[in-house]
C-alpha cells in the first residue's frame, strides 16, 4: 500500500540504496486498533488493555514511523537518529525490545536509548538536542500509577525541537492507526542489552547506543544554574530539605544532581528507587498522592495537621512518574503551582545565570493556570500568552523566542533550557531563590523561610487564592452533559443567587489561536468571570485512561498590601487558609451547578 511505498523510499534513501528487498523479510500483517487516538500527552491505557491487545505498540510506532518517513527529505533520511526511553514502568522494558527491533525494520540509522531504557521527559528533551536527533520516544504514562494489576502504560513522541509532538503530527499518527496494514519488524535481531553504556552494532546501517540517562541532562543543568553556589547553600547545617522521587524516574537524576553534584546528605531523598510499579505509589507531587511528603512538611490543609509541634524541614519538593512536574513545599507551606512560576518569573533574572544571558522577554501560562504570573509581567512589561491546557502549546512561542518561563496549575514548570517542563529545574529555581535571599541576610542569621518569601510576593502583587477540584473517572455521558450545559451559556451574563448575595458572571468559551502558526485550538475549557475578578473554569481532563476527568478551577483574587495597610492587617487578607478563602466561591459553584447530583458525587476526589 501507500505506506509501504513511503516506507521503501525511506529505507532506501537512508541506507543509500536504491531498493529494498530486505525490508520485506521483516514485514507482518496487522490490523487497525479502535482508541490509539494521543490524549493531552501521548497515548495511554491501562497494562492489561496494552497487554492483551496483539500489536498494540506495534501498530502506534508504525503509524509514527510512517508519518515520519512521509515527512521526511532524501536528505535528511540519511541520518534519522531517534531517542528512546521513559519513566522506568512496567512493560517499558518489552516495550524497548520493540521499538528497537521496528526502528532496524524501518530504516532508522540509530537508536539513543537510556541505560536500562530510563529517561525522564526533560532529559530526554535535553538528549533531542544534544544530540540533534530526529525525535525522541518516551515511554510514559506520567503520573498515573504504573505496574501489572492495576497501572497504566504510556507512550508518546517528542520531535527535533525537543518538545511534544504537535497537534498536527498526533492527528496523523492517529489517521495512519486507523488505516494500518502491515508493520516491520526485525526478529532476527539479538536483543540488545540495555543494562550497560556502550554502542552495539546490530545489523549494518543501523545501531543502538546506549547512553547513561542522567549525563547530558546534567551537564545542561551546569549551563543554566551556579551550581556551586547551590552546593555551598544546600551544604549549609541550617539548612535541610526532603525531595521525594515517588519511586519513579527522577530517583536516578536526584542522587546525581542532588547528593552527587550539590553534596546535599543522602538522606535529603525519599522514595527514590526506579521501581517497575513505583513501588505501589501513585506518581502524582499534590497533596493527595505525595501527602506523606506533604506531612513531613506540615503543608497539608489545615485541619488535617498540627502545624507548629515540631521542626519541619525548611524546603520540600517531589516529581512525577516521568520527572516533568514539581510540588513545591516550605515548612508549614505549600506553593500553589501557579504561584511557584510566577515567583520563578519574579526571581529569574536575579538569581539564575541562564536568564543573565536569555533575558526574559516574554512567559506564559495555561488558560486554567491562576493569573499570578500575568502580574509579574505587566510590572516587568513582558508579554504575558494564555495558551490551552498542554505543555506542546508552549512549543512554538519557545522556539519564536517569545517566552522564557512558562507554567501551568497541573505542577509543571519550565523554561527555554528544555522543551517540556521540568521538575528538576524547578527544585533548583526556588534552591537558588532562596539561596539568593540567604546570601544578603545578616551572616549568622538561618536561610530565609519560604513563608517569607511568599508573604513578600503577596504582599507586592496580591494573592491568587486558587484551588482544583477533580472529579476522577466519572461516567462519561454525565461528564459531557454537564459540559454541554454549561455551554449552553455561553455569550450570556448571568444573575444568581448566593448566600452572600447576588453572583453576576459572564460566561465564555477559550479558544486559542497560535501566535506563530495560526494553528487553532476550540472548545478548552468554559469559564465562569465574575464581576469581583473571581473565575471559575471547567474543562475535562485529555489525560486519563478510562472515563471522563472533570476538572473545575477555582480562583480568587485578593489586592496587594496598600500603602497605609499594616502588615497584619494585609496578612488577614492575604496569608488566609485556601480552603477557607475559597469556600463561598466552592459552594456557589456547587449549587448553582449541581455538579455533585450531575455526576453521581457527593465531594472532588482530589483537591490541589
Ligand atoms: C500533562 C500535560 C500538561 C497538562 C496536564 C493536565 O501533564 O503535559 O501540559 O497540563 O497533563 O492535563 P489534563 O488534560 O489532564 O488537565
Ligand atoms: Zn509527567
Same mark, same amino acid.
Given at each position: 500500500g501507500a505506506s509501504a511505498r513511503r516506507l521503501t523510499q525511506w529505507r532506501a534513501a537512508a541506507a543509500g540504496q536504491t531498493s529494498t528487498d530486505t525490508q520485506h523479510q521483516y514485514r507482518k500483517a496487522t490490523?487497525?486498533?479502535? &482508541?490509539?487516538? @494521543?490524549?493531552?500527552?501521548?497515548l495511554r491505557k491501562t497494562v492489561q488493555e496494552v497487554q492483551r491487545t496483539p500489536n498494540f505498540v506495534e501498530n502506534w510506532i508504525q503509524a509514527l514511523f510512517n508519518v515520519l518517513s512521509e515527512s521526511r527529505d532524501a536528505a535528511s533520511a540519511a541520518a534519522c537518529v531517534l531517542c528512546l526511553g521513559g519513566d522506568g514502568r512496567y512493560f517499558n522494558r518489552e516495550a524497548c525490545d520493540v521499538i528497537i527491533r521496528m526502528a532496524a525494520a524501518n530504516g532508522v540509522n540509530k537508536i539513543i536509548v537510556g541505560r536500562d531504557g530510563i529517561m525522564s521527559t526533560p532529559a530526554m528533551s535535553a538528549l533531542i538536542r544534544a544530540r540533534k536527533a530526529a525525535g525522541g520516544i518516551i515511554l510514559t504514562a506520567s503520573h498515573n500509577p504504573g505496574g501489572p494489576e492495576h497501572g497504566d502504560w504510556g507512550i508518546k513522541y517528542n520531535i527535533q525541537s525537543g518538545g511534544p509532538a504537535t497537534e498536527a503530527l498526533t492527528d496523523k499518527i492517529f489517521a495512519e492507526t486507523l488505516s494500518i496494514t502491515e508493520f516491520y519488524l526485525n526478529d532476527r535481531m539479538e536483543p540488545t542489552d540495555l543494562s550497560c553504556v556502550g554502542t552495539k552494532?546490530?545489523?549494518?546501517? /543501523?545501531?543502538?547506543?546506549?547512553?547513561?540517562?542522567?549525563?547530558?541532562?546534567?551537564?545542561?543543568?551546569? $549551563?543554566? /544554574?551556579?551550581?556551586? *553556589?547551590?552546593?555551598?547553600?544546600?551544604?549549609?547545617?541550617?539548612?535541610? /530539605?526532603?525531595?521525594?522521587?515517588?519511586?519513579?524516574?527522577?530517583?536516578?537524576?536526584?542522587?546525581r544532581?542532588?547528593?552527587?553534584?550539590?553534596?546535599?546528605? #543522602?538522606?535529603?531523598?525519599?522514595?527514590?528507587?526506579?521501581?517497575?510499579?513505583?513501588?505501589?505509589?501513585?506518581?502524582?507531587?499534590?497533596? $493527595?498522592y505525595a501527602a506523606d511528603l506533604a506531612r513531613i512538611l506540615g503543608a497539608l490543609p489545615s485541619g488535617s495537621e498540627d502545624r507548629c509541634s515540631e521542626k519541619?524541614?525548611?524546603?520540600? #519538593?517531589?516529581?512525577?512518574?516521568?520527572?516533568?512536574?514539581?510540588?513545591?513545599?516550605?515548612?508549614?507551606?505549600?506553593?500553589?503551582?501557579?504561584?511557584?512560576?510566577?515567583?520563578?518569573?519574579?526571581?529569574?533574572?536575579?538569581?539564575?545565570?541562564?536568564?543573565?544571558?536569555?533575558?526574559?522577554?516574554?512567559?506564559?501560562?495555561?488558560?486554567?493556570?491562576?493569573?499570578?504570573?500575568?502580574?509579574? #509581567?505587566?510590572? *516587568?512589561?513582558?508579554?504575558?500568552?494564555?495558551?490551552? @491546557?498542554?505543555?506542546k502549546y508552549f512549543g512554538n512561542l519557545m522556539d519564536a523566542g517569545r517566552i522564557a518561563i512558562c507554567?501551568?496549575?497541573?505542577?509543571?514548570?519550565?523554561?527555554?533550557?528544555?522543551?517540556?517542563?521540568?521538575?528538576?529545574?524547578?527544585?533548583l529555581a526556588w534552591l537558588s531563590i532562596l539561596e539568593y535571599r540567604s546570601r544578603s541576610a545578616p551572616s549568622g542569621s538561618a536561610p530565609v523561610s519560604m513563608s517569607q518569601i511568599m508573604q513578600e510576593h503577596w504582599h507586592k502583587y496580591g494573592r491568587h487564592y486558587y484551588g482544583r477540584h477533580d472529579y476522577e473517572k466519572v461516567q462519561s455521558d454525565a461528564a459531557d452533559q454537564l459540559?454541554?450545559?454549561? *455551554?449552553?451559556?455561553?455569550?450570556?451574563?448571568?444573575?444568581?443567587?448566593?448566600?452572600?448575595?447576588?453572583?453576576? /458572571? $459572564?460566561?465564555?468559551?477559550?479558544?486559542?489561536?497560535?501566535?506563530?502558526? &495560526?494553528?487553532?485550538?476550540?472548545?478548552?475549557?468554559?469559564?465562569?468571570?465574575?464581576?469581583?475578578?473571581?473565575r471559575v473554569v471547567f474543562r475535562l481532563s485529555g489525560t486519563g485512561s478510562s472515563g471522563a476527568t472533570v476538572r473545575v478551577y477555582l480562583e480568587r483574587y485578593e489586592p496587594p498590601r496598600a500603602p497605609n495597610e499594616s502588615a497584619s492587617a494585609a496578612d488577614s487578607?492575604?496569608?488566609?487558609?485556601?480552603?477557607?478563602?475559597?469556600?463561598?466561591?466552592?459552594?456557589?459553584?456547587?449549587?448553582?451547578?449541581?455538579?455533585?447530583?450531575?455526576?453521581? *458525587? @457527593?465531594?472532588?476526589?482530589?483537591? $490541589?
Open positions: 490490523a487497525p486498533i479502535a &482508541g490509539q487516538k @494521543t490524549g493531552t500527552s501521548g552494532h546490530c545489523d549494518d546501517g /543501523f545501531c543502538v547506543e546506549v547512553v547513561d540517562p542522567v549525563h547530558e541532562y546534567a551537564k545542561l543543568l551546569e $549551563t543554566v /544554574f551556579d551550581m556551586n *553556589r547551590l552546593a555551598a547553600f544546600v551544604q549549609r547545617p541550617d539548612f535541610s /530539605f526532603v525531595y521525594d522521587g515517588m519511586n519513579a524516574v527522577s530517583g536516578e537524576y536526584a542522587y544532581v542532588f547528593v552527587g553534584r550539590l553534596g546535599a546528605p #543522602a538522606d535529603s531523598l525519599r522514595n527514590c528507587k526506579c521501581l517497575e510499579d513505583f513501588g505501589g505509589i501513585h506518581p502524582d507531587p499534590n497533596l $493527595t519541619r524541614p525548611d524546603f520540600g #519538593a517531589a516529581s512525577d512518574g516521568d520527572g516533568d512536574r514539581n510540588m513545591i513545599l516550605g515548612a508549614n507551606l505549600f506553593v500553589s503551582p501557579s504561584d511557584s512560576v510566577a515567583v520563578i518569573a519574579e526571581y529569574a533574572e536575579a538569581v539564575i545565570p541562564y536568564f543573565q544571558v536569555n533575558s526574559i522577554t516574554g512567559v506564559a501560562r495555561s488558560m486554567p493556570t491562576s493569573r499570578a504570573l500575568d502580574q509579574v #509581567a505587566a510590572r *516587568r512589561g513582558w508579554s504575558c500568552y494564555e495558551t490551552p @491546557t498542554g505543555w507554567g501551568e496549575e497541573s505542577f509543571g514548570t519550565g523554561s527555554t533550557h528544555v522543551r517540556e517542563k521540568d521538575g528538576l529545574w524547578a527544585v459540559m454541554a450545559w454549561l *455551554r449552553s451559556f455561553v455569550g450570556s451574563e448571568v444573575s444568581a443567587a448566593s448566600q452572600e448575595g447576588a453572583c453576576n /458572571f $459572564t460566561v465564555d468559551e477559550f479558544s486559542y489561536v497560535d501566535p506563530v502558526d &495560526g494553528s487553532s485550538a476550540s472548545q478548552q475549557g468554559v469559564r465562569l468571570l465574575f464581576t469581583d475578578g473571581a487578607r492575604l496569608a488566609r487558609d485556601v480552603t477557607v478563602a475559597l469556600d463561598p466561591l466552592v459552594q456557589f459553584v456547587a449549587q448553582w451547578t449541581s455538579i455533585h447530583a450531575r455526576l453521581c *458525587r @457527593t465531594s472532588p476526589d482530589v483537591i $490541589t
